[in-house]
């Protein structure tokens, strides 16, 4: 079983539409967690921090559910823009080891 | 100019040759690490370090060697290259302070297409 899995999609939604992202971790001990943002081709970048209380950035709000080890990514309104790959991303472990594990990412494509 | 740099950027190479990869970065950043990344799988991490003396293994360091030159360098290397280490490759960088927190970033470098034939 994957440390971290995500539905790899695509998810194929109109502009300004609401699209929902889910990802799993395997680790109960994994403290920090974040969604970065890949676009084709390039590096990943970080989106968002997700906060055990949930946090919103703008159109993007992230959620945390420990109990179920369930992260969540929603996007309102969605822009061409958004157009991307989503990577869930979760620490490895309790301990302070710098160590990020990656799920293989779920692909967003907005259309006119 | 570009936080974190990989040289070179694309590579094409035979079976068996010697190849290294190249990352710097001025963030001041302490850590840096180095991952591939293939189709279906995501990143894996290959080798980090969190200082000049300091190196470590990650999940899939078979095949592959690294050199923590200065604070600023990172460079990876495959001894005898074979086609199943075709894949991009990312350098990051992180800071030591926010490690483990949700204040935690890592800042990945362009990347290096690399393709052994």
């Known amino acids: 079983r994957k440390e971290v899995e995500q539905d790899p999609g695509p998810f194929n939604v109109p502009e300004g539409a609401t699209v929902a992202f889910n990802c799993t971790y395997s680790?109960?001990?994994?403290?920090?967690f974040f969604w970065y943002r890949q676009d084709c081709r390039k590096e990943p970048k970080l989106l968002m921090s997700?906060?055990?209380s949930g946090n919103e950035d703008g159109r993007f709000t992230a959620q945390l559910n420990r109990a179920s080890q369930y992260i969540s990514l929603l996007i309102r309104d969605s822009k061409l823009s958004d157009s991307a790959t989503y990577l869930c991303?979760?620490?490895?472990?309790?301990?302070?080891?710098?160590?990020?594990?990656f799920g293989q990412g779920t692909t967003l494509q907005v259309k006119p | 100019d570009a936080d974190v740099t990989q040289t070179p950027r694309n590579r094409i190479t035979k079976t068996g040759k010697r190849i290294m990869l190249e990352c710097s970065q001025t963030?001041?950043?302490?850590?840096m690490y180095w991952y591939r990344q293939d189709p279906g799988l995501g990143l894996r991490l290959i080798y980090y370090?969190?200082?000049?003396?300091?190196?470590n293994k990650g999940e899939i360091s078979d095949g592959y060697s690294v050199s923590r030159q200065a604070q600023a360098k990172f460079s990876l290397s495959l001894e005898s290259a074979i086609p199943n280490q075709t894949a991009l490759y990312f350098c990051?960088?992180?800071?030591?302070?926010?490690?483990?927190?949700?204040?935690?970033?890592?800042?990945f470098g362009p990347g290096t297409r690399l393709l052994v034939l």
């Open positions: 990051a960088t992180s800071d030591a302070r926010t490690s483990g927190s949700v204040e935690e970033t890592q800042y």
């Open positions: 680790n109960s001990a994994s403290q920090s």
């Open positions: 997700v906060y055990s």
């Open positions: 991303v979760v620490t490895h472990g309790s301990s302070n080891t710098g160590k990020l594990i």
């Open positions: 963030k001041g950043h302490d850590r």
């Open positions: 370090s969190f200082d000049v003396k300091d190196i």
